[in-house]
């Protein structure tokens, strides 16, 4: 689990920032899930339009964007 400061910190590196919605709990016919918006410099919305992307979605998207290739753990028995 990637921590929000972390991913907060990886998007203003790579030129985006973290919007967290202010909705405290889900609202069936509302248009804010509850969760992250991930927007450029410029406010252009990449991933969560609907703040609907988790931690992990921005922090994949992010890892792709920067050319990081991250491996599973090994195996201690391995």
């Not at 990637?2 to 910190?9: I, L, M």
């Not at 405290?24 to 703040?51: A, C, Q, T």
Request: net charge positive; charged share 25%; glycine share 6%.
């Amino acid at each position: 689990m990637t921590s929000e400061a972390t991913v907060r910190r990886h998007a203003k590196r790579l030129g985006y920032y973290v919007h967290k919605s202010q909705q405290s709990k889900y609202v069936p016919h509302s248009n804010d899930r509850g969760r992250y918006m991930l927007l450029s410099i410029n406010d252009v919305i990449v991933l969560g339009e609907r703040f609907d992307a988790s931690l992990e979605d921005i922090d994949e998207f992010l890892n792709r964007k920067s050319g990081v290739v991250v491996l599973p753990p090994i195996a201690a028995d391995a």
